[in-house]
């Protein structure tokens, strides 16, 4: 029979149960919490303590049958958990480089249009922004409206290659429609 929420006083926080689902899954595991107004149990599974611990959400309707095998200390002891900083610090960092990464390639001021000129150049050229204006390989400058003629500088095959590649992404805007 699956458990509802009237069950709620049974799962004490410590407590190790073993536990066989209406899925057809068994396994132990602690319960760090019980939510009675979503009815989800929390549970660590196994008895394994140390840096790092497999964490179970369960839907206690979902529960067929259950066994008390103890009761112990709150899993969720402060003393007892472990945090690597050092790497929490360094997936911060990542993620603020990515971030930073990213930023500089949205240019400010400027259309979808020339965004999406300057995303295409981007996928087989080095680009960035100098305010409203496209800078490819440090030498062609593409500004607005971003078209063929707008390109200037650079050697003479840069700068054909940049109209080239300019050329295919307006036909491609063109035929996307001006939905996108």
Same mark, same amino acid.
């Given at each position: 029979?699956?458990?509802?929420?009237?069950?709620?006083?049974?799962?004490?926080?410590?407590?190790?149960?073993?536990?066989?689902?209406?899925?057809g899954d068994e396994?132990?595991?602690?319960?760090?919490?019980?939510?009675? /107004?979503?009815?989800?149990? =929390? /549970?660590?599974?196994?008895?394994?303590?140390?840096?790092?611990?497999?964490?179970?959400?369960?839907?206690?309707?979902?529960?067929?049958?259950?066994? /008390?095998?103890?009761? !112990?200390?709150?899993? /969720?002891?402060?003393?007892?958990?472990?945090?690597?900083? !050092?790497?929490?610090?360094?997936?911060?960092? !990542?993620?603020?480089?990515?971030?930073?990464?990213?930023?500089?390639?949205?240019?400010?001021? =400027?259309?979808?249009?020339?965004?999406?000129?300057?995303?295409?150049?981007?996928?087989?050229?080095?680009?960035?922004?100098?305010?409203?204006?496209?800078?490819?390989?440090?030498?062609?400058?593409?500004?607005?409206?971003?078209?063929?003629?707008?390109?200037?500088?650079?050697?003479?095959? !840069?700068?054909?290659?940049?109209?080239?590649?300019?050329?295919?992404?307006?036909?491609?805007?063109?035929?996307?429609?001006?939905?996108?």
């Amino acid at each position: 029979m699956a458990m509802d929420s009237s069950y709620g006083d049974e799962f004490a926080v410590g407590c190790f149960l073993s536990i066989k689902t209406t899925l057809g899954d068994e396994f132990e595991g602690q319960i760090i919490t019980f939510d009675k /107004l979503s009815n989800i149990l =929390v /549970l660590q599974e196994g008895s394994k303590t140390g840096p790092r611990r497999n964490i179970r959400l369960l839907k206690a309707n979902y529960i067929k049958d259950f066994t /008390l095998l103890g009761q !112990a200390e709150d899993p /969720l002891d402060h003393k007892k958990c472990y945090l690597d900083l !050092a790497s929490l610090q360094a997936r911060e960092e !990542a993620a603020i480089r990515q971030a930073e990464l990213e930023a500089v390639r949205i240019g400010v001021g =400027v259309t979808s249009e020339a965004q999406s000129v300057f995303d295409a150049l981007s996928k087989t050229l080095p680009v960035h922004w100098d305010k409203t204006v496209i800078v490819v390989m440090n030498e062609v400058r593409v500004s607005s409206p971003y078209l063929p003629e707008n390109v200037i500088g650079g050697t003479p095959a !840069a700068n054909d290659r940049v109209k080239k590649v300019l050329e295919f992404e307006r036909k491609r805007l063109h035929a996307r429609g001006p939905s996108q």
